[in-house]
């Protein structure tokens, strides 16, 4: 007997059908003895109506007010799977975020959680119950509704499972596993038996979207076992580790291919090559609230330089008007703005042990014609920039090169 947190996602409770499944499911695990605490989304499509209606009144509604609103989908779900359990005859109780008491800070759309009260969920799991809760969604300290930023709920499962203990925290979810790349790009993707945290968390990072971001560094820093299943096929999905020596097969030296298209360039040309540019050109982004993610600064030549760096495509406008200004008081030539770019990414820890990777990863896109416009790297990972035409392309060579194809 084990206890095991499990989240289902918007797919997964996305009609009445559905979350009569999933009951039946949970309650199987009930009966096999485990000890189960439930995390759910919004229905399918439900977080973006209620968004949608928020924006009807207002381009920017008041954070607060919006997680009230959005924390709403969740609650939906958790009664209604409680109901299709106890009509199956097993017991259950739902709870939203702020019931069990999943203390939050006040960050409203992007609270982080900083503390988990077990106290109700152990009660119940003690009485025979599953525990049914809210995903998504806490309280700050003085009681006001917070929620986590989209995706959240699979960083309430993890946070659930940290906080319990639990033997392991299963994210069913409407794909079968975690993939070396997405299926639809490449017809070769297989589902990978385990990828360690580490490099679920650049897949992630990099534009792969099984999980949230969040809840895999919640994961790495927890060591929650934490395995992605399809709710509704058997099988064993994949499971994430911080294990990195696979005893019984040659550790692969990538592991996945990610890619971004939400991606888009800005160059600030003939800056003055001096002390201090970067930090005003950039500061002044990051006040925006803008994320920076590529960077690259040519060497200097006749005393001026080029600053080159990528932002979500949604910043982009607002990162110009920044840049309007800041441009004139550094002094810059011009500022180039490119959209239609994207990342494409190889990510594996068995990149530290191997030598020619980067070359390999440039031959390949060489052979292809593919023309190169940023390279970045981390100890696990390279990245380049290319134009968003070859994005297939690109990661059907790479998929190849690097041997991942399904055999
Ligand atoms: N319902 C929320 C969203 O759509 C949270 C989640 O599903 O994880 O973002
Ligand atoms: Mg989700």
Known sequence: MSLIVQKYGGTSVGSVERIEAVAKKVSGFRAQGHDVVVVVSAMSGETNRLIALAKDIQDNPDPREMDVLVSTGEQVTIALLCMALKKLGCDARSYTGGQVRILTDNAHMKARILEIDEGNMR???AAGRVVVVAGFQGVDEN????TLGRGGSDTTGVALAAALK???????????????TD??????ARRLDRITFEEMLEMASQGSKVLQIRSVEFAGKYNVPLRVLHSFQDGPGTLITLDEDYSDMEQPVVSGIAFNRDEAKVTVAG???????????????GAANIEID???????????????????????EKAQGVLEKVSAEVGAR???????????????????SHAGVASKMFEALAADNINIQMITTSEIKIAVIIDERYLELAVRSLHKAFE???K
């Open 123 to 125: 009660a119940d799991l």
């Open 143 to 146: 009681g006001n509704i917070t």
């Open 166 to 180: 639990a033997d392991e925290c299963q994210i069913y979810t409407d794909v079968d596993g975690v993939y070396t």
């Open 183 to 188: 299926p639809r790009v490449c017809e070769g």
């Open 271 to 285: 800056v003055p090559d001096m002390p201090g540019v970067a930090a005003r050109i950039l500061a002044p982004i």
């Open 294 to 316: 590529v960077i690259v600064q040519n060497v200097g030549a006749d005393g001026t330089t080029d600053i080159t760096f990528t932002v979500h495509r949604n910043d982009l």
């Open 334 to 352: 011009e500022v180039l703005t490119d959209s239609k770019i994207c990342k494409v990414s190889i990510v594996g820890v068995g990149m530290r």
């Open 404 to 406: 991942l194809d399904a």
